[in-house]
């Protein structure tokens, strides 16, 4: 109606644009990955990890941090957690770019459907990011982005599809229900 050509005079006179999602795809060799088993969320010493420390390993690897633990010209270093296992190959998907829910329950759909065949992987994660900016707010609270503004969460999905979701916020902001 009469809204909707407005709204389009205005993103026409402002020079706005849409833009499609960036996605870049890239396979990572002889990669070190935790052993994970989808009912130990605490893990057990020498048979499978944490969630937290898969957390931890997750950020390291999508940050591209060598995860050799060998110093060189920096302070600090980072190894896989114990147990872990040697992956050949491991292959990333990153988008960036607004994405609508509907697309990630999409892509979460199509994940799932990767154990339909017989696969070596026995998981396999999707992480979603949220702007800093983004005005996510919980429990009526405001979205603390004066302050690092982190919102994300992660699945991790089993071969049998037992799956873990992990939710990270930052300092100011509530937890979602």
Excluded at 23 to 49: A, H, Y
Excluded at 93 to 121: D, R, S, V
Aim: some cysteine; overall charge negative; glycine content about 6%.
């Amino acid at each position: 109606g009469a809204e909707g050509s407005t709204l389009m005079s205005y993103f026409s006179k402002n020079q706005i644009q849409a833009l499609k999602p960036k996605i870049t795809f890239s396979t990572l060799r002889d990669l070190q990955c935790p052993v994970l088993q989808s009912n130990e969320l605490q893990g057990k010493p020498e048979e499978s990890c944490s969630t937290e420390e898969l957390f931890e390993w997750l950020g390291a690897v999508l940050s591209q941090v060598s995860l050799d633990n060998k110093s060189s010209s920096f302070l600090s270093t980072y190894c896989c957690p114990q147990p872990n296992t040697m992956v050949e190959k491991a292959f990333l998907c990153t988008i960036t770019g607004f994405i609508i829910p509907e697309k990630i329950i999409q892509l979460l759909e199509q994940l799932c459907c990767y154990f339909g065949e017989p696969k070596l992987a026995p998981w396999l994660t999707l992480t979603v990011h949220g702007f800093a900016d983004s005005p996510v707010s919980w429990r009526e609270n405001e979205h603390g982005f004066h302050k690092g503004g982190e919102n994300l969460y992660n699945f991790v999905i089993f071969r049998n599809l037992d799956y873990w979701l992990q939710m990270a916020v930052g300092t100011n902001d509530d937890c979602p229900p």
